[in-house]
Structures are given as C-alpha cells and as structure tokens.
Antibody
Framework: EVQLVESGGGLVQPGGSLRLSCAASGFTISSYWMTWVRQAPGKGLEWVANIKPDASEKYSVDSVKGRFTISRDNAKNSVDLQMNSLRAEDTAVYFC????????????WGQGTLVTVSS | DIQMTQSPSSVSASVGDRVTITCRASQGISIWLAWYQQKPGKAPKLLIYTASSLQTGVPSRFSGSGSGTDFTLTISSLQPEDFATYYCLQTNSYPLTFGPGTKVDIK
C-alpha cells in the first residue's frame, strides 16, 4: 500500500524550531517530486514547499522563505521540513504528499501532523 | 502570483442534486488544475487532475472541465458521502496556489 506518515509536530514557542518528517512506504520517493501543504485551524489549504527528486530544485511560498527548508533522503525514503523562527501564524496541520509526475496532482497525502506555535 | 477564486464559497444541496463549483485563475494556467475533496479531520483527496481527468477510484459522478482561466467541478448526482469541502489547486507556476474552498453541506 502506498502510504505517507508525518511525524515531528508539537507545541513550540514563538521563535523556536521544529523538524517534521514524512516517511514513505509502498513506493520509492526517488522518482517523485514531494510537497508539503499546511492548513491553519478552520482555514483553507496552503502550499508550503516542493522538492525535486534529486533535490536540485526547491520552491517555497514567500511566507516561509528563509525560515523553512525542505529536504529529502532518498535512501531513507523520507522528506523533511525544517522550520525555524516559528511564528504564531505557522500554527497548522502540516501534510506531505507525493506529486504525481505526469499530472502534477498531489496523491497520496499523509494524515498530517499538528504544529502549534504558542507561548 | 496566480490568485485562485472559487464560487460559491458554500452550497446547500440535497442528495441527488447536481452541484457545480467554479474555480477561476487570475491568469492562464493551461490545464494545470486539480480538484481535491476534504472531509473534517482528514487529509485532502485528489479527485480530478489536469482539469478534466478523473483520478483512479473516484466515482464517475465527478467531472471537471475548463482550461486557461475558468474551470468547473461538477457532481452529477450528490451522494451522502460527497458532503465535504472542495479545493482547486493550480500547478502551472510557483508559488502553487489553492482556491479558498467550497463547502458542500446538506440542505
């Protein structure tokens, strides 16, 4: 079964750091772009970052540039999101997903991990 | 950045109704648009990709159309399991952007 499982969420103070991980099973991530998407409580979906299969290209939304870094370890079949200088507005459920090569659709998605930034 | 708008923001409908949701891009995105369904507390699910292609396993009552700037998602006969929030996403250019969502609830 193709599956993604996120981990690493939790409560962190403003200005703190957190590292999220997304472990893939049932497929090899080395052939796929991977993505992170977040959803603040009661709000809509927001794309956060993408990473190419060989990590040679990375893209992110302006609001996280310089603070969040997406990375991957193809040998471990996992993708990470390093989040620094966290702000209250980063509070959200963070989902990882596979980017389907031909269609650019996001499928499958993980179940999400909650990040709460609060003092 | 490409802005995505959706209408309506919410719709109340009955089982068996035909429901149409519109997504508009602020500039042309060719066919690089997908539709997602999300139920409370769950991850989004891919329904339609490249504007009109049905994802494997998705019921045929869902269909998508459009290209350029205007797109629609149609549910031909609403079923109880279809009550959810629907989002469009453009993947034509970075930053990728979602529409604000359309909530479909029970009339």
């Amino acid at each position: 079964e193709v599956q993604l499982v996120e981990s690493g969420g939790g409560l962190v103070q403003p200005g703190g750091s957190l590292r999220l991980s997304c472990a893939a099973s049932g497929f090899t991530i080395s052939s796929y772009w991977m993505t992170w998407v977040r959803q603040a409580p009661g709000k809509g979906l927001e794309w956060v970052a993408n990473i190419k299969p060989d990590a040679s290209e990375k893209y992110s939304v302006d609001s996280v540039k310089g603070r969040f870094t997406i990375s991957r370890d193809n040998a471990k079949n996992s993708v990470d999101l390093q989040m620094n200088s966290l702000r209250a507005e980063d509070t959200a459920v963070y989902f990882c997903a596979r980017v389907v090569t031909s269609s650019r659709g996001f499928d499958p998605w993980g179940q999400g991990t909650l990040v709460t930034v609060s003092s | 950045d490409i802005q995505m708008t959706q209408s309506p923001s919410s719709v109340s409908a009955s089982v068996g109704d035909r429901v149409t949701i519109t997504c508009r891009a602020s500039q042309g995105i060719s066919i690089w648009l997908a539709w997602y369904q999300q139920k409370p507390g769950k991850a989004p699910k891919l329904l339609i990709y490249t504007a009109s292609s049905l994802q494997t396993g998705v019921p045929s009552r869902f269909s998508g159309s459009g290209s350029g700037t205007d797109f629609t998602l149609t549910i031909s006969s609403l079923q109880p399991e279809d009550f959810a929030t629907y989002y469009c996403l453009q993947t034509n250019s970075y930053p990728l952007t979602f529409g604000p969502g359309t909530k479909v609830d029970i009339k």
